[in-house]
């Protein structure tokens, strides 16, 4: 009988990231991640697909009309991110929210 290895990391992982794609999110590799991450890890944001994201994703509506953010605008929503002390997981989470 074959050792059967039980390994949570895989049995938890595999799963939610099945989950997310099938969501519609792309799994990116973590040579990809790092290059995103401009080599720090300490950097969570994948600040060039978060500015993508919002340029498509954000409008503003005035009066019938659509309007797109300014890249000034997306600029500084990252840049505010950025910034957020960390105050505990729920406070900081209000605080991005």
Avoid: C
């Amino acid at each position: 009988m074959p050792d059967f290895q039980f390994n949570e990391e895989y049995l938890s992982q595999i799963p939610a990231l099945q989950l997310l794609i099938n969501l519609g999110y792309k799994y990116l590799p973590p040579k990809q991640v790092h290059k995103q991450r401009r080599g720090k890890l300490n950097n969570v944001l994948l600040e060039d697909i978060l500015s993508s994201q919002l340029q498509e994703l954000n409008r503003i509506s005035f009066k019938g009309q659509e309007y797109l953010f300014s890249e000034a605008n997306i600029q500084e929503a990252i840049l505010r991110l950025k910034n957020i002390r960390y105050d505990g997981l729920l406070k900081t989470n209000e605080a991005i929210y």
